[in-house]
Nanobody, 112 residues
Framework: QVQVVESGGGSVQAGGSLRLSCTAS????????MAWYRQAPGKQRELVAR???????NYADSVKGRFTISKDNAKNTMYLQMNSLKPEDTAVYYC??????WGQGTQVTVSS
């Protein structure tokens, strides 16, 4: 089965940290553009961070300086390190591979 699976979500207080993981199976991430998206209740899905095959990264303005996207090709896994979390970061976070393959999402809840 070709799939990506997220893990690492949970509930934290404002100012806390979480590390999300996205592990691919049945396909390598090495040559793929990968990204994290999120969707909060009542809002449209938005791009959080993107990492190119060569390692170049892009971030939404709202998370710059707080979130870091990375990947480990040997583990076929992408990560999102989230620090200094804010209540407005509360959302379901989705892994995306190559603009076509989506994970099931993992809930991140940040309380004030």
């Amino acid at each position: 089965q070709v799939q990506v699976v997220e893990s690492g979500g949970g509930s934290v207080q404002a100012g806390g940290s979480l590390r999300l993981s996205c592990t691919a199976s049945g396909i390598t991430i090495r040559l793929a553009i990968m990204a994290w998206y999120r969707q909060a209740p009542g809002k449209q899905r938005e791009l959080v961070a993107r990492i190119m095959s060569g390692g170049v990264t892009n971030y939404a303005d709202s998370v710059k300086g707080r979130f870091t996207i990375s990947k480990d090709n040997a583990k076929n896994t992408m990560y999102l390190q989230m620090n200094s979390l804010k209540p407005e970061d509360t959302a379901v976070y989705y892994c995306n591979l190559g603009d076509w393959l989506w994970g099931q999402g993992t809930q991140v809840t940040v309380s004030s």
